[in-house]
């Protein structure tokens, strides 16, 4: 068949359609293929009738035109709806397949699409249903894919980060094409956000892209794109010329780029950094690096520092600031090496801390001695020691670093008995505020409790030193907590099964609970009674709700709420279900969805 | 006895929060009276609401497989809250009474049961057409045919590059006057071309989109051309012969916006008896030319292999109180099964049914209804669409040898080495899926049934196919909904 003539009328016949039928009458294009049709109609009947149709709208008027011309679209038409082209030459190459090892979901449009709709559409409450949906594993569905991925864009930034950073790392390589084909270099945050992820997923093949941000990247798309440089030696040319840029953020990126770098040329310009005024932005880099070459210059300039300050005469507070400042910055620097000739440096400038301390200024003596000892703390084994065994002599300030030190290079039964007196000490409650042994006491307990309590609402981002060590510490913490009645001890560190800690925060609940239903500790009583299984949970929360309901204005707050799905089902179902239809209404409408939640919950 | 759970609950509630307010009611102790009656196919009570006498509501049970609920509330949610809250309260085990059934509720029922009769006697006597109200409403309609003519013709005239949003939205008015015709199929169709020229939001197109559309704005003025030659031809002939029933050999009948109703289908044959149905794809969208929410579920008929579409349309202003459909993944048993007028997918409808789980051999047999060769099957499909009322976008099951690419492109290779080029492009508002095939296990790239839906692109000529679900012998993988 003569297609292509065919092809050519449609195209006609479309350019007419657009500028209107009345344009039609004695159109030359289309009379010029006239022959060509009536020759291919005398083999295939077909294109006679187009040729005719053809005939009639170039020979139409005004009125005749628009009629004719869609009786010839609808026969071009037809005919071009059985010519279309199927097949594709060239060899079948498997395709290059990730296997997600997903499990198979099969969920139903009604549960996808709430989510769907979080993850495309704007509004509040979207983050909640997101993180709720990845807790419960709902990603590991393959059509869930393609939305996280358009969620990199959202206008809520949290959501595009936690998609970024939670989610699409799920699905590994296999969404690389996907972003790739997104990424736009002269983007924004949803750039970065692609940009960032393609160099986690794949830092060789994303090589390519991060060029490409480098050289015409928008603002935002550049600084990430020079963050995940540094690993190569071509780079190192683009990023000595970047730490000179104008932007403040450029060159605090192209610094923190060149931290992974080992070149000379890298570690020359951290040296150089030092001196200059950008020496706050490569604070972290230098901090990474260990290139030996960078750590003699920095042990330098840190003895340097020292020996000017000691040497100064200087009287004014500002100047003697400057100096105590860039003091602590390179003390910043030294933090997590634990060479030997670090820790020689570290002990000795150790040793004469009470002549650094001595230094005035704003920031003072005082703060380089701090920074010091907190960089100890973070140190060798034996300078963290040299501060442990200090510890007698130490100001408040730093007990807590000499504790941290402790926990980290000590046994926990040494630490229980080095640190526990402070617990114990006398201490003179009327005026404790200005008793030594008050706040060296508080001191230690804080550093216990910290990143303890509340552990279900930071469980994304809790990983402070601190809690770790409250993980190390001896079990005769808790017995001490409980016989000191001390209850931010007892909240922290309680573990199931223990007898006297039971008491006591059944005991806590009894007394704040007389006192009043608002008070928010309570929250904090309940949720360790929950987290260590204790047997009167699902009554204290009972009764709370209970005593709740008889306030003037009953209402269950929100994080009564939120207790209850972490209840024991098989205890608190049947008592909950038999309670909620004694409460006030209001209160069952807050409760029902949580109870449902207990309900459902495996 | 009547049991009911509470998935039996959920499923019937219009949405998840009529359900769970219906629950809240109980737990408020809003229930005065729970009853049953005397022979415990009925179970009503009394609920306080927001007025001063409780409202009596109540859940038949007389015909098993189609409850009847029933309040004095005026919610147009339905069931509401307070007839769920009615069942909830039975399955919690509250304490249900027997006693008599209330008057205005007993003649409800008996009402009721006089209809089904009634329905059934009509049912059995021929029926009476009103041949005059027929012949005006025909005339009326050809009357909407002469003024869609005329409105098209100006369309082609003025020239497809010459309309924009306003005057789109201004045709759209005049549209309204082919609803009024008894044509609102025809009123679609119309619509279907002008929503092309303004965006979601109602907003001017762009330059590019609006050269993306051109194309497709002729096909549909094409459309347009071959609704007005057949629908008048069809309405004449109906005109000339009063006793004609609606064709059923084409689905003009359904252009023009005839609404089949299952008693029609029945009586022109068009049921199947005792036919089992698995759901392969589903979708939802917002169809802007109907003011519609459509659900459309696919489905292959396990007997004979024939793949047909179910469609609930939810208008915009009574989405509240029309239940949306779900995705389905069990076999539907149905005794009835009313099939509409159409080509290829055509439209199933059924009043009940039955569930049961999908077991291996079913799986087995959808495969064995997948078409081995791509050639014959592009053969179908193009001399379907020629057909200028024919859907544009057939499903059909193929079973290929396996899965690749050329280039960026994916491609299906049948067992002889033809070809077919996947796209993502589809219909409005379905999820992509082509990019989820490289996330599959490499053993579902080969030798399985994909189920996928054809199109044929009008600026690249090309027919290529939009992936929708691959059946393997041990699953159904949903590539969309």
Known sequence: ?602 | MISIDDEFILAAAPNAEAAKNGRGLVLKNKFVALHHSEDETLLFGRCQGSGRTPYLCSADFAVPDKPVYRCTCPSRQFPCKHSLGLMYAFALGNPFTAAEVPEELASKREKAAARVEKKKAEAAQPRKVDKSALAKKIKAQLDGIDLLERLTQDLVRLGIGNINAKTAKELEEHARQLGNAYLPGAQTALRNYTRLFYSADGDELTAARREAIYSEALDQLGRLYALIGKGRGYLQRRLEDPELAPETDTSIAAWLGHAWQLRELKEAGLVEENVELVQLAFNSCDDRARREFVDTGVWMHLGNGRIHITQNYRPYHAVKYIKSDDSFFQVAQIRELCVYPGELNCRVRWEGMLARPIEPKDLERIRGHGRNEFASVVKEVKSHLKGPLADKYPIFAMNYRRIGTVGSRLVLEDSKGERLVMTDAGMNEEPRSIHLLSLLPKEYLERQTLIARFRHDLDTRKLEVKPLSIVTGSDVVRLTL
Request: charged share 30%.
């Open chain 1, 1 to 602: 068949m003569s297609i292509p003539v065919l092809t050519l009328v449609y195209d006609e016949l479309r350019r007419l359609a657009i500028a209107g039928s009345v344009v039609a009458p004695g159109d030359f294009r289309l009379k010029k293929l006239l022959p060509q049709l009536e020759q291919a109609g005398a083999k295939a009947p077909v294109f006679a009738k187009v040729a005719e149709a053809a005939g009639r709208l170039v020979e139409s008027d005004e009125k005749t035109s628009a009629a004719a011309l869609l009786e010839l679209t609808t026969l071009v038409g037809a005919i071009l709806y059985t010519q279309g082209e199927t097949g594709i030459e060239g060899e079948l190459e498997p395709v290059q397949s990730t296997d997600l090892g997903l499990a198979k979901t099969q969920a139903s449009a009604r549960v996808l699409k709430p989510l769907l709709e979080a993850l495309t559409t704007t509004g509040s409450g979207r983050l909640e249903i997101i993180r709720d949906a990845h807790q419960r594993g709902a990603f590991r569905d393959l059509r869930l894919i393609g939305p996280a991925l358009a969620a990199l864009d959202d206008t809520y930034a949290e959501i595009g980060d936690f998609v970024a950073k939670k989610i699409l790392p799920l699905y590994g390589q296999a969404i690389l094409p996907e972003l790739k084909a997104k990424f736009d270099p002269k983007g924004r945050s949803g750039d970065v956000r692609r940009l960032v992820l393609m160099h986690r997923l794949d830092p060789a093949g994303t090589r390519e892209i991060v060029q490409r941000a480098l050289d015409d990247g928008s603002k935002e798309v550049r600084i990430a794109a020079i963050e995940c440089l540094g690993n190569s030696p071509e780079d190192l040319p683009f990023l000595l010329e970047q730490v000179k840029a104008k932007a403040k953020e450029v060159r605090s990126a192209a610094f923190r780029a060149l931290g992974s770098s080992n070149a000379d040329g890298a570690v020359q310009v951290l040296c150089n950094a030092l001196g200059s005024a950008d020496f706050a932005f490569a604070i972290d880099p230098i901090r990474a690096s260990r290139n030996p070459a960078l750590t003699g210059f920095l042990l330098e300039a840190a003895d340097k520092q020292f020996q000017t300050l000691m040497a100064s005469k200087e009287k004014d507070a500002k100047k003697l600031g400057k100096l105590n400042e860039r003091m602590v910055m390179i003390l910043e620097c030294l933090r997590g090496r634990d060479d030997k000739k670090t820790e020689k440096l570290l002990l000795d400038l150790f040793g004469q801390s009470e002549r650094l301390a001595a230094v005035k200024g704003e920031p003072s003596g005082k703060d380089a001695v701090e920074r010091l000892v907190s960089v100890m703390a973070a140190g060798s084994p034996k300078a963290q020691s040299a501060l442990v065994d200090a510890h007698a002599a130490l100001p408040v300030e730093s007990l807590g670093e000499a504790f941290v030190a402790a926990c980290r290079c000590r046994k926990p039964a040494q630490v229980f008995d080095q640190f526990s007196p402070y617990l114990t000490a006398k201490v003179n409650e009327k005026k404790k505020h200005r008793d030594a042994n008050y706040a060296k006491r508080e001191a230690i307990v804080s550093l216990i409790v910290m990143g303890r309590s509340r552990r279900y609402y930071d469980s994304d981002e809790s990983d402070s030193n601190q809690s770790d060590l409250a993980a190390k510490l001896d079990p005769r913490w808790l017995d001490l907590g409980v016989r000191l009645e001390r209850f931010d001890l007892v909240q922290a560190l309680a573990v199931p099964g223990h007898a006297k800690a039971n008491d006591l925060l059944l005991k806590f609940f009894k007394q704040r609970l007389a006192k009043s239903v608002e008070d928010y500790e309570l929250l904090g009583v309940l949720e360790t009674m929950i987290r260590v299984r204790h047997p009167d949970a699902t009554d204290a929360v009972v009764e709370l709700i209970k005593k709740r309901a008889k306030a003037k204005r009953a209402y269950a707050s929100y994080w009564l709420g939120h207790l209850i799905p972490r209840l024991p089902k098989d205890e608190a179902l049947p008592k909950l279900e038999a309670l909620l239809p004694t409460l006030p209404e209001k209160m069952i409408d807050e409760l029902l969805d949580y109870v449902t939640e207990l309900k459902n919950s495996p």
